[in-house]
C-alpha cells in the first residue's frame, strides 16, 4: 500500500506542478496543492520559485534547493550541464534567485522520472527534447572516435585494435589523453555485458605490450610524443547508456584509473556525457616505458613532482597543500592525477596542472584559460600558447604566498567552469 500510495503521489505531484507551470498567472492554489503534496512526500522545503523544480528531474533522487548538501559525482555534472554547454545549444539554467538545483540520491519511489529532463525554451512555449539512451551503436563509436580530443581531450590512435593471438582481443578504441596517458575505451552495448572486466583485461596487456604501444604512438603521433607517453596512469573509459550499481560499486574496489560515462542523445543535435564515477589508483612513482630514444643511448634523469616537493621550503608545502585542498572542494567531480612533473587537476578533462620549483620557491598553475581574454601581469601570469611546457593549459600562473593565492583562485574557478 505505502509504494502503490507513493507511486500515485508522485503522478499528482508532477501532474499539479505541470498544471501550475502551464498558467500565466501559476494560480496558487494549484501551487499551493503541490507544496503541501511535497511536503507530505518528504521532498524537503518547497523553493520560493515554483517554476526552478521543473527544469531538472531525476529518477534516483528528489529535487533539492542549491544550499543543501552537495550531490553525488554524477548529478553535480548533470545541473551544470557541463557537457551540454559545450554544444551549440546552450543547457536551460535555474531562474533568477536561484543558483542552480542540485538533487540526492535518497528518494526510492520515484522511477517514474526520466534520467534528465532537458527541454528546449524559445519565443515563450517550451518543448521537452527527448532522450535516447539505446545500446552503443557503431556510428556513435566513430563519431566519438573523430572528435575524441573535442570530446575527451584524447588523441586519437586506433580503432578496434587485435591483441594478437595469444590474448585474442580486439580494443575498441585506443589513445594517449592531454597528459599523454594511454587510454583505452571500452563501449558498453548491453546492460549485462561486462565491459569492467573486459577492459581491465586489456589495460593489463597495455602494460605487457608497453614497446607495441610506444611505437604505435610513434606512426600516428611522432617520436616526441612516444618519448612522453606517461606509464604511471593508463586509463580505462567504459561509456554506456547506463551502468548498473553494480559497476559503479565494482569500480571503487579496484585500483585502477577507470571511468564511468553516460551518454544521452537530445534530438539530433545534443549528446550529452555524463562522468558517473571516477575511481583513481594509488599514487605511484612514474613507471619506466620503452621509448624511441631508448636504444643505444643514456638518458638524463630528470627529477619529478615527487622529487621536488620536499626539497621546498615548508611555506611554499604549505602553499600546495592550500592550493590542492581548494582544487579539490571546488566539486566532488575533481580528479588528482599525480604524474612524473606535475600533478593534474581534471575533471572530464584537466582544467589545472601545477609544477613546483624549490630553487626558485614557486608553484606554476597551467590553466585552461584564454590568455587574450586576461589583462597579463609580468611576474604573475603569462601567455605560453606558444611555448612548451609540461601538463596542459595556454595561460600560467605564477604563485610565491597566499595572496598570490587569492589572485589565482578566479582564474581556476574559470579553467574549472569551462572544463
Known amino acids: 500500500m505505502r509504494c502503490a500510495f507513493f507511486n500515485q503521489a508522485t503522478r499528482d505531484l508532477l501532474f499539479l506542478m505541470w498544471q501550475a507551470s502551464a498558467c500565466c498567472a501559476l494560480q496558487p492554489a494549484l501551487w499551493g496543492r503541490a507544496s503541501a503534496l511535497r511536503t507530505e512526500l518528504l521532498l524537503g522545503p518547497v523553493p520560493t520559485n515554483p517554476v526552478a523544480p521543473l527544469l531538472w528531474l531525476s529518477p534516483t533522487s528528489h529535487i533539492t534547493h542549491a544550499s543543501h548538501k552537495s550531490p553525488p559525482l554524477s548529478s553535480r555534472a548533470i545541473v551544470e550541464g557541463s557537457a551540454v554547454h559545450q ?20 528518494y526510492p519511489y520515484n522511477s517514474l522520472l526520466a534520467d534528465i529532463k532537458l527541454f528546449r525554451i524559445d519565443s515563450g512555449s517550451v518543448a521537452e527534447l527527448p532522450a535516447e539512451s539505446v545500446a552503443v551503436e557503431k556510428s556513435l563509436q566513430s563519431m566519438l572516435e573523430k572528435h575524441l580530443e573535442a570530446f575527451l581531450d584524447v588523441r586519437f590512435l586506433a580503432t578496434e585494435y587485435v591483441t594478437g593471438k595469444t ?40 602494460m605487457d605490450h608497453k614497446s607495441e604501444f610506444t611505437l604505435l604512438a610513434m606512426k600516428k603521433l611522432g ?59 594509488a599514487t605511484t612513482q612514474s613507471e619506466p616505458g620503452v621509448t624511441v630514444s631508448d636504444i643505444g643511448k643514456a638518458k638524463t634523469q630528470y627529477k619529478g613532482f615527487g622529487d621536488l616537493l620536499p626539497l621546498c621550503s615548508t611555506e611554499l608545502q604549505d602553499l600546495w597543500e592550500s592550493l590542492r585542498s581548494y582544487l579539490l572542494a571546488l566539486g566532488d567531480d575533481v580528479q588528482e592525477k599525480h604524474l612524473k612533473y606535475y600533478v593534474a587537476f581534471r575533471r572530464i578533462k584537466n582544467f589545472a596542472c601545477v609544477e613546483v620549483h624549490p630553487q626558485s620557491g614557486d608553484m606554476l598553475i597551467y590553466t585552461k ?14 601567455d605560453v600558447s606558444e611555448t612548451g611546457h609540461y601538463g596542459t593549459g595556454d595561460l600560467e600562473i605564477r604563485v610565491r604566498n597566499a595572496p598570490e593565492l587569492e589572485r589565482a583562485k578566479d582564474f581556476l574557478i574559470q579553467a574549472y567552469r569551462g572544463n
Open 87 to 106: 554544444s551549440k545549444s546552450p543547457a536551460p539554467t535555474a531562474l533568477p534567485g536561484h543558483h542552480g538545483l542540485q538533487h540526492r540520491a535518497s
Open 223 to 281: 617520436s616526441t610524443v612516444a618519448d612522453r607517453i606517461e606509464w604511471s596512469s593508463p586509463r580505462l573509459l567504459c561509456i554506456a547508456g547506463d551502468f548498473t550499481k553494480f559497476d559503479e560499486h565494482a569500480v571503487q574496489q579496484i585500483n585502477r584509473n577507470i571511468e564511468l560515462l553516460r551518454y544521452r542523445r537530445y534530438g539530433d543535435g545534443l549528446l550529452l556525457l555524463e562522468l558517473v564515477n571516477a575511481s583513481s589508483a
Open 369 to 382: 584559460v584564454d590568455p587574450s581574454m586576461v589583462r597579463l601581469e609580468e611576474g604573475f601570469t603569462r
Open 167 to 206: 590474448h585474442g582481443g580486439r580494443i575498441d578504441t585506443l589513445g594517449l589523453d592531454d597528459n599523454n596517458c594511454p587510454v583505452i575505451i571500452e563501449y558498453k552495448r548491453t546492460l549485462n555485458e561486462n565491459v569492467i572486466n573486459q577492459g581491465l583485461y586489456y589495460l593489463d596487456w597495455l
